[in-house]
């Protein structure tokens, strides 16, 4: 009987943390829905400010529609090195939209020192695993200006990166 009462305990525990992480994390997506609402009504410096709390948290999702922001100058100065760095922010966390547009971004080197177009297969690559439906053919766009060996070389990055974003893909 002690361990049934114990098994009762532990799971009303486990859902009150549930319920708990709940409520943390909800403001978050209420400041998403808001700032995607502002951004739709053009308002689009109050929707950089309510995707703050959610970036400074780490939420991909606004750190992507921040990118979005300072790549079309939305809101803020456009800006394509601050654009490829919250892009980068988000890509790293899984984001597909974002890793497409950190591949875009390595693969005309906008915002950046020169052109990477190994590093642009691998972020296109890894943004098909992740579900974006547009980059396989970016992926194969940007495969035909490569070489073999950066060919090899770019997959060898895919594996490194591929293990820890999509592991189970």
């Known amino acids: 009987m002690k361990h049934a009462v114990d098994r009762a305990t532990e799971i009303r525990r486990i859902f009150a943390g549930f319920i708990v992480g709940l409520c943390l994390v909800s403001p978050a997506f209420a400041d998403l829905e808001e700032a995607r609402d502002l951004m739709e009504a053009g308002r689009f410096a109050e929707a950089r400010d309510a995707l703050g709390p959610a970036a400074r948290s780490g939420n991909a999702e606004a750190e992507e529609l921040i990118g979005v922001m300072y790549a079309l100058g939305l809101g803020v100065e456009k800006d394509p090195v601050r654009a490829f760095e919250w892009y980068l922010r988000a890509a790293m966390k899984g984001h ?3 890793q497409s547009g950190v591949g875009w ?6 915002g ?14 890894l943004s098909t695993i992740g579900g974006d439906p547009d980059a396989a053919i ?3 766009e940007v495969k035909k ?13 895919i594996e490194d990166y591929r293990v820890w974003l999509y592991p189970f893909n």
């Open 145 to 157: 200006k490569m070489t073999a060996d950066q060919i090899d070389h770019a997959h060898e990055l």
């Open 138 to 140: 970016s992926q194969e």
């Open 105 to 110: 971004y390595y693969e005309v080197g906008t």
């Open 96 to 98: 597909a939209g974002a």
């Open 112 to 125: 950046l020192t020169a052109p990477d177009l190994v590093r642009a297969y691998m972020w296109y690559v």
